[in-house]
């Protein structure tokens, strides 16, 4: 069973580069937080955030990409990623996830996290938090020489010890040039399994953690995909390069994000 992954490793040339992408990514989070507010629709965020990235010269990679007719994603409570922005109205106590990638100078940038409408509810307060510290730990695990099994049994492990389900059918990625690049990043498995990590390694880790059960489903529009159980959904991601001795968080926003 032969397969052959086909990764590009980055040079610090086009780390610098891709960290301004990166970068680009995470102000528009940054941008927006003033606006998610109850009342606001996702499709009026979408506006702000692609006028955004437009004025600086770059482009928000999911419009158009495979037919996804939006500029970002905006997954509110059961929704679990892809979310279409659309009429929706935010309501208080509703959680959202906002999917930022932009394309400059040639490289993308991607990066989402979740926000609370309003004033939160404690079960969902908890599990954002809980989300959040998972990807923390993950990225924390990063360095050459580990394993991506290690990168997925840390958040698959943290996860579950709080009671929650990790989502099995969506991943981190690499990327670059392209959206989507090899490997795929599981955000479950063993320790010590898995490709080998190493230096010029630039890819995503997204966890997205359940409150109740881990099955998903599609919804009709084809993009959509929510918890069967109708239970809230949590996501954060970041983009990372593997360094010579560890790991570092594409934009340098200098304490300016929020997780
Ligand atoms: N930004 C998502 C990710 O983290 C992918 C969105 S694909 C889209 O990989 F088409 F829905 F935009
Ligand atoms: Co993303
Ligand atoms: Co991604």
């Not at 086909?6 to 990166?22: A, G, H, L, R």
């Not at 998610?36 to 006028?51: A, M, N, Q, S």
């Not at 609370?116 to 599990?127: D, I, N, W």
Request: charged share 25%; glycine share 10%.
């Amino acid at each position: 069973n032969l397969s052959i992954l086909m990764i590009n490793f980055k040079t610090k040339e086009e780390i610098e580069v891709m960290k301004e992408s990166c970068q680009l990514a995470a102000e528009v989070l940054i941008m927006i937080e003033p606006y998610v507010k109850p009342g606001v629709t996702t499709e009026r965020l979408d506006k702000i955030c692609h006028d955004y990235i437009v004025s600086k010269g770059a482009i928000p990679s999911p419009l158009n990409y495979r037919g996804f007719p939006k500029s970002i994603c905006a997954s509110v409570n059961e929704e679990i990623c892809h979310g279409i922005p659309s009429d929706r109205k935010l309501r208080n106590g509703d959680i959202v996830n906002l999917d930022i990638t932009t394309y400059l100078k040639g490289f993308h940038g991607d990066t989402s996290r979740t926000f609370f409408v309003g004033s939160p509810r404690k079960k969902a307060e908890k599990l954002v938090e809980v989300c959040k510290e998972a990807l923390q730990l993950g990225i924390g695990v990063v360095k050459p020489g580990a394993k991506l099994g290690d990168i997925g049994a840390t958040i698959q492990t943290f996860a579950e010890r709080h009671g929650y389900s990790i989502v099995k059918e969506f991943c981190g990625h690499g990327i670059g040039s392209e959206f989507h690049e090899e490997p795929q990043i599981l955000h479950y498995g063993n320790f010590g399994e898995g490709l080998e990590i190493k230096k010029g390694m630039v890819f995503t880790i997204e966890p997205m953690v359940n409150l109740g059960k881990p099955e998903l489903k599609i919804l009709s529009d084809k993009w959509t995909a929510v918890t069967q159980d109708g239970q809230i959904s949590a996501q954060f991601e970041h983009t990372l390069c593997v360094t010579e001795t560890g790991v570092e968080v594409m934009p340098r926003l200098d304490g300016k994000t929020k997780f």
